[in-house]
């Protein structure tokens, strides 16, 4: 990618840091690598939010808590990060309650997801929904673009997509991926390709599709055998846990970040097999050299006694020259 300058974020102030490279497109932004090993956490379905109904905000806080004592080099939120993307209200309880993300320094980049249209579909008007989302991470200037990359050390890039507009093959977005995912896989430093998005590409059948989100399969599953790169993919929006392997792809669905749970029946080929039906959790990655570590970090809000955390989940990702 051509860089024509670079904007050192608001809350950059010691490394690691986070810069923002503008260029004829979407931003891409750099998280430096504190050193060998690079830990970040991504999840998503936080729906933070004063309505008690729709969330569960002791869930919801306490993944925040044991996110800030990760302190991990960057944040991913894969969509639905407030319940209604047009209540100003809902993204001032999301800064008010990752107050100490901020203290810390810690970058977040957000996908955005349904919910972060909530309240505009009726007028047919998108744009006080995404003036909300793009003021809230003003030092990200994201604005007008709603789909960006994130460079996480010299060896993973993430291409965080916005699953609510087009992936058809032809449209924008679809070009821009495309290019980013042939660009990263020329680059020798590259190891890994981290996909987010909101609707996840591969999950649970009981679940209908959204919208374009079996376009980001088709492609990976033509393009991945392809790949000298190794390919994750990261979507929310079921409020559960789940982990897949399609065509050399890692597919994940993190949505249990605090919206109200959503059993799943674990079918066709799903790898976790978790037992639990509701599983608030984050995904914990560990980088360090041609091995990209997973772990789901599960926090039981019902728990009567001992640990309410564990880690039910884990795999690898290799680099295979």
Same mark, same amino acid.
């Given at each position: 990618m051509r860089l024509r300058g670079a904007l050192l974020l608001a809350w950059c102030v010691s490394a690691p840091c986070a810069l923002a490279c503008a260029s004829d497109g979407p931003p891409r932004f750099h998280?430096?690598?504190?050193?060998? /090993?690079? /830990?970040?956490?991504?999840?998503?379905?936080t729906r933070f939010t004063q309505l008690d109904h729709v969330a569960n905000a002791p869930a919801r806080r306490a993944l925040?808590?044991?996110i800030s004592r990760e302190n991990p080099a960057a944040i991913l939120i894969g969509g639905d990060l407030v319940y209604e993307g047009d209540a100003a209200d809902d993204y001032a309880t999301y800064q008010s309650e990752t107050a100490e993300w901020?203290?810390? $320094?810690?970058?977040?980049?957000?996908?955005l997801g349904n919910h972060e249209f909530r309240g505009c579909e009726a007028r047919r008007d998108d744009s006080p929904c995404l003036e909300n989302w793009w003021r809230t991470f003003e030092p990200l200037s994201l604005r007008p673009y709603r789909w960006y990359s994130v460079a996480l050390g010299d060896s993973l890039l993430a291409l965080v997509l916005d699953s609510d507009l087009s992936l058809k093959p032809g449209s924008a977005q679809r070009a821009w991926l495309e290019r980013q995912i042939s660009d990263g896989d020329s680059d020798a430093h590259v190891r890994f390709i981290l996909v987010l998005l909101h609707y996840p590409p591969v999950r649970d059948p009981i679940f209908p599709r959204a $919208?374009?989100?079996a376009e980001v399969q088709r492609y990976l599953s033509a393009r991945a055998p392809s790949l000298r790169t190794r390919v994750i993919v990261v979507g929310s929006h079921i409020h559960n846990y789940e982990r897949f392997e399609r065509d050399g792809v890692t597919y994940l669905v993190s949505g249990g970040?605090?919206?109200?749970?959503?059993?799943v029946l674990?079918?066709?080929?799903?790898?976790?097999?978790? $037992?639990t039906s509701v599983n608030f959790h984050y995904l914990r990655f560990t980088l360090q050299g041609e091995r990209l570590t997973g772990t789901m970090v599960r926090f039981a809000p019902s728990a009567r006694a001992g640990d309410p955390w564990s880690e039910p989940d884990r795999f690898e990702v290799t680099y295979h020259h």
């Open positions: 998280v430096a690598a504190p050193g060998a /090993t690079l /830990t970040f956490v991504v999840y998503g379905d925040v808590a044991a901020s203290r810390r $320094k810690i970058p977040v980049f957000p996908a $919208k374009d989100e970040g605090g919206a109200e749970p959503l059993p674990r079918m066709s080929g799903e790898l976790s097999r978790l $037992k």
